[in-house]
């Protein structure tokens, strides 16, 4: 485990984020324009923003879940990520591309580390955030990419993160049905 390099985040709750105004179709909603010290390793701060899920985009990463580890990953906690700003589009999210919906499940669950991954390209994230134990144990920007097996954090053997606290999974209609 490497939780002696993870930075300290506060958790917010996705579903009470832009539940109505501007930002309610949105996949995120800009908190702020980042701070330098909100991604140290990344040296093109010019247009970082940090960025929470809104509760219509973690609802749709939901439905992009389908194996074990991403609907589990989904019911982490969530903290706000940094990005290059509208480097996440809508359409990039409704392809369903698993590198991309595992990345921001890295992103908004994660643990950003304080050392740099090399192999991280930050076309989007700015952070090192990784979740131990989960794909490969590579960050945000390499799973993007499916550069996971190459990430300077590529662990196989690593074991699972086990983190302060769940939320529930979203009940779905389809167990709502009843004969
Ligand atoms: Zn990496």
């Not at 579903?15 to 949105?26: D, M, S």
């Not at 134990?133 to 590579?138: E, V």
């Given at each position: 485990m490497s939780n002696s390099t993870a930075l300290v985040r506060r958790s917010y709750d996705p579903?009470?984020?832009?539940?109505?105004?501007?930002?309610?179709?949105?996949f995120v909603e800009v908190v702020r324009a980042a701070n330098p010290a909100d991604a140290?390793?990344?040296?093109?701060?010019?247009d970082l923003v940090v960025v929470r899920l809104t509760a219509k985009g973690n609802q749709a990463l939901f439905e992009l879940c389908h194996t074990h580890d991403q609907k589990e990953v989904w019911c982490f906690p969530s903290y706000e990520f940094v990005i290059?700003?509208?480097?996440?589009t809508a359409s990039q999210v409704k392809t369903g591309r698993p590198s991309y919906v595992n990345a921001i499940l890295i992103a908004s669950r994660g643990l950003p580390q304080?050392?740099?991954?090399?192999?991280?390209?930050?076309?989007?994230?700015?952070e090192d955030v990784r979740v131990p134990?989960?794909?490969?144990?590579?960050c945000a920007g390499c799973k993007w990419r499916d550069g996971a097996a190459s990430?300077?954090?590529?662990?196989?053997?690593e074991a699972k993160y086990i983190p302060p606290s769940m939320v529930p999974a979203p009940r779905l209609a389809i167990e709502e049905l009843e004969d």
């Open positions: 579903t009470a984020v832009a539940v109505i105004g501007p930002f309610q179709n949105k140290p390793n990344d040296d093109n701060t010019s290059h700003k509208d480097s996440i304080r050392t740099r991954c090399t192999k991280n390209s930050r076309w989007v994230f700015a134990g989960y794909w490969g144990g590579a990430c300077s954090y590529a662990d196989k053997n």
